[in-house]
């Protein structure tokens, strides 16, 4: 157990709604990123927040956004949903994005009918 | 555009054997990860090297980073049936960790009695 929660584990829905996924970074952590893991593009980096603002993004469709709260938590919006947004998401913590290790959390696992 | 790409990208080998994953990257950077991926699970850090010459171990797991030659190995010893897994190098592109970090396709090991 890396001390990452997410939520929900799995989730289904139907093409062109939207959901939110939730993360919970370790305790302690300021930074949380954001990872979409598929068959055909394998692990990709999506969007890094830091102690509330965002650093870094990666390769995020315009449909998809994120924030971080004041308490660090984290949720990543998808929208107008399509079949190839199936995939696994994880989110992972670290106390500083310099040179730090990456935690992972459990993922959330979304499917896209 | 960062490419990480590891070798090889399916493994069998019997218990007891030596074997090694490469994993090269086409930019400059010092800081190489290990994680381990079991079936339908999240991922697992093994190993942060974060400069040149880099050596860590863990157990019968050993990882090596060479900066100049852009290549890391995670070399396994007197392998076990436990250690079947997917294993994925990642690259933090910028040495800052902002950008979030790159990952190759993934080793997948197996291990036969």
């Known amino acids: 157990d890396s001390g990452v929660t997410q939520t929900p584990k799995h989730l289904i829905t139907a093409t062109g709604q939207r959901v939110t996924l939730r993360c919970s970074p370790r305790?302690?952590?300021?930074?949380v990123y954001w990872y979409q893991q598929s068959l055909d593009q394998g692990l990709q980096f999506l969007i890094h927040?830091?102690?509330?603002?965002?650093?870094a993004k990666g390769n995020i469709l315009e449909r998809f956004s994120a924030q971080q709260f004041p308490d660090l938590h984290s949720e990543l919006n998808l929208s107008s949903l399509e079949l190839g947004d199936s995939a696994l998401y994880f989110c992972?913590?670290?106390?500083?994005?310099?040179?730090?290790?990456?935690?992972f959390g459990p993922g959330t696992r979304l499917t896209v009918l | 555009e960062l490419k990480v790409e590891q070798n090889p990208l399916f493994l069998s080998m019997q218990e007891g054997k030596n074997y090694t994953i490469y994993c090269n990257y086409s930019?400059?950077?010092?800081?190489l990860y290990w994680y381990r991926q079991d079936p339908g699970k999240s991922l697992e850090s093994l190993f942060v090297?974060?400069?040149?010459?880099a050596v860590k171990q863990e157990g019968r797991l050993m990882a090596s980073l060479d900066t100049k030659a852009r290549l890391s190995t995670l070399h396994i010893t007197a392998a076990v049936h436990d250690l079947s897994a997917t294993y994925f190098c990642?690259?933090?592109?910028?040495?800052?960790?902002?950008?979030?970090?790159?990952f190759g396709k993934g080793t997948h090991l197996i291990i036969q009695p």
């Open positions: 305790s302690g952590d300021l930074s």
């Open positions: 992972a913590s670290s106390v500083v994005p310099v040179g730090d290790t990456q935690y």
């Open positions: 090297l974060l400069s040149n010459g």
């Open positions: 930019t400059t950077s010092d800081r």
């Open positions: 927040y830091y102690n509330g603002e965002e650093r």
């Open positions: 990642a690259v933090d592109p910028y040495g800052g960790g902002a950008d979030g970090l790159t």
